[in-house]
């Protein structure tokens, strides 16, 4: 059965530091994975999504997630903050019959 | 083309009304997903759509908990008798059929109160 871990409940950074929300998957099989993020009284939209092709993934906003399998984590970073970059983030891997399986999130906060 | 949309976006009732909630996809998706949220956690799934057809939905949470997608568009999902314990963010979410890799664009949700 697939699961995902979302190490941080919340993380703080300054504005214009690098970004690093963790995220730990299990899968028994080459998973398809995406992060999500939900900004206050907002829908939840994709950020990015990996399926197995480059490791390396680039999303909107600056946002970038590498897979590493023999790590089984799909972390996602940015190298430099933004204020509008406050909000929630879902790691989340589909699982075979197309149910996403979400993480508990991580509250990212910016200190001005 | 809008994304998805849903109605209500808040809902307040009393325990042991019904009530419904309707989403509407993107048009060209046939897939259509229903999840739930509560405050502090990542959605839940409950149920989904591939056309008019209910694929799964062994995780809708009580026999309280229908959906439906008659036409194969539009979707409701329906609560009946509710609980305090239904309150929550419902969400709709809608993909194109046909690739494993296909992303799910979620509407606005609807915050569901029950008092």
């Known amino acids: 059965a697939q699961s995902v871990t979302q190490l941080d409940s919340h993380v703080s950074v300054s504005e214009g530091t690098p970004v690093l929300l963790r995220c730990n998957y299990s899968?028994?099989?080459?998973?398809?994975l995406f992060w999500y993020v939900q900004h206050p009284n907002k829908g939840l939209q994709l950020l990015l999504k990996?399926?197995?092709?480059a490791t390396l993934v680039k999303g909107i906003n600056g946002f970038e997630a590498e897979f590493k399998k023999s790590e089984t984590s799909f972390h996602l970073t940015k190298p430099s903050a933004h204020m509008s970059d406050a909000a929630e983030y879902f790691c989340?891997?589909?699982?075979?019959?197309?149910?996403?399986?979400w993480g508990a999130g991580t509250k990212l906060i910016i200190k001005p | 083309d809008t994304g998805v949309s849903q109605n209500p976006r808040h809902k307040i009732t009393k325990r042991g009304q019904n009530v419904t909630f309707r989403c509407d996809p993107i048009s060209e998706h046939n897939r259509l997903y229903w999840y739930r949220q509560t405050l502090g956690q990542g959605p839940e799934f409950l149920t989904y759509f591939q056309n008019e057809a209910q694929l799964e939905k062994s995780r809708l949470l009580s026999d309280r908990f229908s959906a439906e997608r008659p036409k194969g568009s539009f979707s409701t999902l329906e609560i009946q008798r509710t609980e305090q314990g239904d309150s929550a963010m419902y969400l709709c979410?809608?993909?194109?059929?046909?690739?494993?890799?296909?992303?799910?664009?979620f509407g606005p949700g609807t915050r569901l109160t029950v008092l």
């Open positions: 990996y399926t197995s092709a």
């Open positions: 979410a809608s993909s194109p059929a046909g690739s494993a890799t296909d992303t799910q664009y």
């Open positions: 899968s028994s099989y080459s998973p398809s």
């Open positions: 989340v891997v589909r699982s075979s019959n197309y149910q996403l399986i």
